[in-house]
T-cell receptor, first 113, second 116 residues
């Protein structure tokens, strides 16, 4: 079945450094790839998303890249801050579904002050 | 309120009891979703509502799980005869449309269910 693999499971960086989280997906028909940030005790919050007709998208310190040929996409956070510490989830739409997402297993990011 | 709300925030129950979890989506959102999140894992899709209908229930793990939505608003997820493996955080999300193009899903804070 459809699958999204996410790496690493944990990531520790020094404040100011960059963090990169990678995901691969199995369904070649997937066309929507959101990233969510989940803080302790809260629901996931969308931080950035990308659609299959775009290779890269940037929003201030956050960027996402997509390689459809290789079926992988990555989240890049530059100039990390302690408040970036959280669990990050990638997701991919299933087929051409407009609603169904399959999520990665999450990356726990710790930014050390 | 402006966001998705869920109640209760925490629920502890004994094995074999039934539980009801409630979700209040963002006003005007026609699509509503339920997910399950086991400890340290990603989100598992359970069910999707478009209005009051559920065209996709494929993620419900067993017939002990059911959900309904009324008034194109509030949804209730019911788990009958709870088992210990049902322990998880149950998350609800809503989106504006849900069809005709992928739109952003906004999540509530979740209900943490513990089955003793």
């Amino acid at each position: 079945g459809e699958n999204v693999e996410q790496h690493p499971s944990t990531l520790s960086v020094q404040e100011g450094d960059s963090a990169v989280i990678k995901c691969t997906y199995s369904d070649s028909a997937s066309n929507y790839f959101p990233w969510y940030k989940q803080e302790l005790g809260k629901g996931p919050q969308l931080i950035i998303d990308i659609r299959s007709n775009v290779g890269e998208k940037k929003d201030q310190r956050i960027a996402v890249t997509l390689n459809k040929t290789a079926k992988h996409f990555s989240l890049h956070i530059t100039e990390t801050q302690p408040e970036d510490s959280a669990v990050y989830f990638c997701a991919a739409s299933i087929g051409d579904s407009s609603y169904k997402l399959i999520f990665g297993s999450g990356t726990r990011l710790l930014v050390r002050p | 309120g402006a966001g998705v709300s869920q109640s209760p925030s925490n629920k502890v129950t004994e094995k074999g009891k039934d539980v009801e979890l409630r979700c209040d989506p963002i006003s005007g959102h026609t699509a509503l979703y339920w997910y399950r999140q086991r400890l340290g894992q990603g989100l598992e899709f359970l069910i999707y509502f478009q209005g009051n209908s559920a065209p996709d229930k494929s993620g419900l793990p067993s017939d002990r799980f059911s959900a309904e939505r009324t008034g194109e608003s509030v949804s209730t997820l019911t788990i009958q005869r709870t088992q210990q493996e049902d322990s998880a955080v149950y998350l609800c999300a809503s989106s504006l449309v849900g069809t005709g193009g992928t739109d952003t899903q906004y999540f509530g804070p979740g209900t943490r269910l513990t089955v003793l």
